[in-house]
């Protein structure tokens, strides 16, 4: 092991540690934390053993400014930022949130050509791990039909062992995560900004939410980064790569969703249309690509969109039920109501006529 001056076990400093002690460093930026990331890996730790020449030629042909100043710094103020770094993690997982390094990658984002260089996950990190995943996205002005549109994909999720990916935005994506939460899904939810930041109080309560279920909250930008626009359609990359199938339920065919769908084209991931009377914007759009689509307010519809749930979760190896949100909603009940035996034997007797029925 080699030992630096200042008697810092360097190679042993982990990646989190590394990552948001050199974050401090004013001028390094994303781009070059991005160029040192992609040099050293997840062995990080090995900045801190390098000369200044390697760390200056690195960051210089990131063209990152002051490359050269950068790199002295960084071997100068060592232990002053190992310290600082050590902090800042501790702080992050007060709050429950990960670093995440490239071979911690989950497979999803890992397989893409535009992998992130790390990930800050808040709750549930296995969550992005070996689970079936749809992303249900949309546009920030929705109208009520489209409201109602999210309202019946989520309801008719909530049955499987699915998690439901979305952006915590306005609109279609807010009530994705509200209705499905309300019907115990669990959600994965990517922020176009830093994990610290929160856009609005509203969005706090459903990230609050979120975590309280068994979720996650995940983001590829440093904790107390605020949004940019930019953010937000990179983000969208990583919502279409972790998801199984992506459902644009309503949104204009050059809006940040479109970019979802693209990126999803782009990970040969599924796509799902959702169609009603008079539906417009981004429907067209998918049918003129190939892209199968559901009219979302019909029982053969609803019954179709079940079945790829139902498909999806088999996929994984999941036991599925198709009445398993029937079975919570009589649990439900049951804690807040006085349910008689009669009432008891009616049920019986119409489920054993529904049996009848789909025989």
Partial sequence: MKVSPRGIESRKVPFGVSLLSLSSIAGLGRKGLKALVKEFGGNLGAVWDASPDQLRVVLANSN?????AIASLIKQDATALIEKGHRKLEELASKRIHVVAPQAMPDKLRDISDTPSWLFVQGELGLLHNTPTVAVVGTRKPSEQGLTATRVVARLLAAYPIALVSGLAEGIDEEAHRTSLHEGVRNVAFLGHGINYHLSEKSRLLRRKILEQGGAVVSEYLPDEHYRKAYFVERNRLQAALANLVIPVEANPKGGTAHTVRFASKYERSVLGIAWKNANGILEELEREGHAAVHIFTTDGQKKLDEIFRILAEEYGRETDTLSLVKRKYLQERRSRRIRRK?????????????????
Avoid: H, R
Wanted: charged content about 35%.
């Fill in 64 to 68: 990152v400014p002051s490359s050269g």
């Fill in 343 to 359: 009432d008891i034997e009616k049920l019986i007797e119409m489920l054993e006529d529904a049996a009848v029925d789909a025989d």
